[in-house]
């Protein structure tokens, strides 16, 4: 056993009773531990939405299947939706950059410890409160459980009228709520990125895992907002009598449609760009170069910031806008994919030349690659108009919508565990695990979603609970299936990995990847303040120029 | 890690205060929240079935709204005033501004009166009482949450526990407070005059 190991088993025995641990974790304002804490808490909800997805798919196996009635299939596919963005997603990667941003920049905290904490537990509560409707939705009606109005809430469904008893508000709070927490924590990394650098952390040398969550953090503050003020209308119609969405009194369901995908489309930015963090900071690495066209990646990631905020409607085709506001939603659509595509000629160029290692961060980051390129090849098919209309609301775009999200931004995340789960932990991840896990879960993805284009292509509509045999849908809804089930295996494998690996992994110590960033300079786990002295950066790879003092980055920079 | 080098080290290393820069944040997550309420009054103007049109029922403010601008002017000499150490002008100012404050929101709270009780006017009644209420109300609430905190501060002060080293903070308020009114002007805009 290394001196390494037996430091982490001094740590690990020298634990307190667990009232004590319990208490600490409850209390802690650590940027850490709340940042394990989101993980975990995304990582719970990540197998309950799981569960969901894998009901939706039991139910769509073969034609006239009723493994569920079609109320609850409804509530599968909201509460699947819902829990998935809100609760998954959303906070996963804020405890990443919860964890990580502090250590990358030089800082022993956040810059607003508590608001971090008071972030987190409205998050947490949040998702409670959805969950809890599975009980409290009822309300004095008895009418439904869980909310079923899908995870836009489309106008006029969650109407008194239509939506009765309980079950619209505790999704609308639960989502009001967690809105507030991603603000509060919005907020939080904007002002610990600007205010607590480390000297010399110039804003050209911060790792762009840092830039990339600063312009994340931006797109929360405007993009969310709508979201919250949507949220506060819809409660004022339903609880004070009010017609916001009240098509009977004036109301205009189209205006929800806005301002929802106001929020939605940057929504999809807001998650992907801490998904292109992870990348840029894992591809380096594993092909022992520089980063290719800093500058550029960080104006790239400035550009797509904005013109997220201007393609929203390529959501609503279908709804009849007129040929302008059409012309003007391809135009942006197309044009978003130009900085996006300048970010996949930078990771290739990363690795040009490079020497490669096949580790599984960076297994899954390939992965991500190709991946996302194909993902937003058929983004760019639906983002023009009249192919839209043709296939707006089939499987078609629930295929490309999951590729973007499982096989870019999952991906991309199952990378950072792998890379990071030293840091956190002090013990490596299973390598032969990470490995089938990759291809299992690879093989899983491709069979569900690449196959689930096809009955899109052939006229299969969303949000069905079942179908009439001979349309040609059933094969392929049965390989969807078949895949979906390869990928709950693989997530086994990853869970198993995670728990073995605690406990039998072998130690890490600082810096097992021979990286470049400060939080390699730490033990690993980072004691609770992080840095014993502050440190002092003068180049984007500090720690190349504390390996490599005969030839540092900073002469050339 | 103190072994990096720092050829740096010979500029002095400065940042922002992150309370500002909190603030701003905030300030603008609050500006998207309240353009949404802004966009859905101005696209429900005139879209009400019934009874009552805003030219019927509003009578333009003007005392009120003079009285909250003005607040601004006062909480910004009170934060200079604290920070030259003037603590006699901080309280007295900041305490105008208390009252300036609670004098619109008074104002807010007669003309809602009038509506409900004369004319019967609720957010349920139309559109235009759903849009009005709710855009007039969100910026209400606002009013309330800033004339706490600056009550607060205000009982602070009369402890004497508020000094020229708290100014910095002070200012983040007062940023508040400032935010509060801009947002005043765009709904005094949006309400009484363009929708009216």
Known sequence: ?557 | MSAIANPVGQTPWTLPYRGKVAMACLIIAESAIFTIFVVAYLFYLGKSLTGPTPREVLEVPVFFTICLLSSSLTVHFASRALEHGKRGAFQGLWLLTIILGGLFLFGTAREWHRLIYEHGFTISTNLFGTTYYSLVGLHGFHVIVGLLMLTIVFIFALGGRVGPEHSARIEVLSLYWHFVDAVWVVVFTVVYILGR
């Open chain 1, 1 to 557: 056993m290394s001196s390494d190991a037996m430091a982490i088993q001094a740590a690990r025995a020298a634990r307190q009773p667990w009232v004590q641990t319990l208490h600490g974790w409850v209390t802690t304002v650590d940027h850490k531990r709340l940042g394990v804490l989101y993980i975990a808490y995304a990582l719970v909800f990540l197998v309950i939405g799981g569960i969901e997805a894998a009901v939706i798919r039991i139910q769509l196996i073969r034609p006239h299947n009723d493994f569920v009635s079609p109320q609850v299939f409804n509530r599968m596919f909201t509460m699947h939706g819902t829990t998935m963005i809100f609760f998954v997603a959303m906070p996963i990667l804020f405890g990443f950059a919860n964890y990580l941003v502090p250590l990358m920049i030089g800082a022993r905290d956040m810059a607003f410890p508590r608001l971090n904490a008071f972030s987190f537990w409205l998050t947490a509560f949040g998702g409670a409160l959805l969950y809890f409707s599975f009980l409290g939705g009822s309300g004095l009606y008895g009418a439904g459980n869980a909310p079923d109005v899908g995870w836009w809430a489309y106008a006029p469904l969650t109407a008194r009228a239509f939506s009765p008893g309980h079950s619209s508000d505790y999704w609308t709070l639960s989502v009001l709520v967690s809105g507030f927490g991603s603000i509060g924590t919005a907020i939080n990394l904007i002002a610990t990125i600007l205010c607590l650098r480390c000297p010399g952390m110039k804003l050209g040398r911060m790792p762009l895992l840092v830039w990339l969550n600063l312009v994340m953090s931006g797109i929360v503050l405007i993009a969310l907002t709508p979201l919250s003020a949507a949220q506060i209308m819809l409660l004022v119609d339903r609880y004070l009598g009010g017609h916001f969405f009240d098509t009977q009194a004036g109301g205009s369901a189209t205006l929800w449609m806005h301002f929802f995908w106001i929020f939605g489309h940057p929504e999809v930015y807001i998650l992907i760009i801490p998904a292109f963090a992870f990348v840029s900071e894992i591809v380096p690495v594993f092909s022992r170069k520089p980063i290719f066209g800093y500058p550029v990646m960080v104006g790239a990631t400035v550009c797509i910031a904005f013109i997220s905020m201007s393609v929203w409607a390529h959501h609503m085709f279908t709804i009849g806008m007129n040929s302008y506001s059409n012309t003007f939603f391809v135009f942006t659509t197309m044009v978003i994919a130009v900085p996006t595509g300048i970010k996949i000629f930078n990771w290739i160029g990363t690795m040009w030349g490079g020497n490669l290692q096949f580790k599984t961060p960076m297994l899954f980051c390939i992965g991500f690659l190709f991946q996302f390129l194909v993902a937003g090849l058929t983004g760019i098919m639906l983002g023009a108009a009249p192919f839209n209309w043709q296939l707006s609301g089939s499987y078609f775009v629930v295929a490309h919508f999951h590729y973007v999200i499982v096989g870019g931004i999952l991906f991309a995340l199952f990378g950072a565990f792998y890379y990071w789960y030293p840091k956190i932990t002090g013990r490596m991840m299973s390598e032969s695990l990470g490995k089938l896990h990759f291809w299992l879960f690879l093989i899983g993805f491709h069979l569900t979603f690449d196959f689930m284009h096809i009955p899109g292509i052939l006229g299969m509509p969303r949000r069905i609970y079942t179908y009439e045999p001979g349309r040609g849908w059933d094969l392929w809804n049965l390989i969807v299936t078949i895949g979906a089930f390869v990928q709950g295996v693989a997530i086994l494998i990853f869970v198993a990995n995670l728990i073995i690996s605690y406990f039998n992994g072998t130690a890490a110590g600082n810096d097992p990847w021979d990286a470049w960033t400060l939080e390699w300079s730490v033990p690993s786990p980072p004691p609770v303040y992080n840095f014993a002295t502050i440190p002092t950066v003068a180049s984007r790879r500090p720690m190349w120029d504390l390996k490599h003092p005969e030839d540092p980055d900073s002469i050339y920079e």
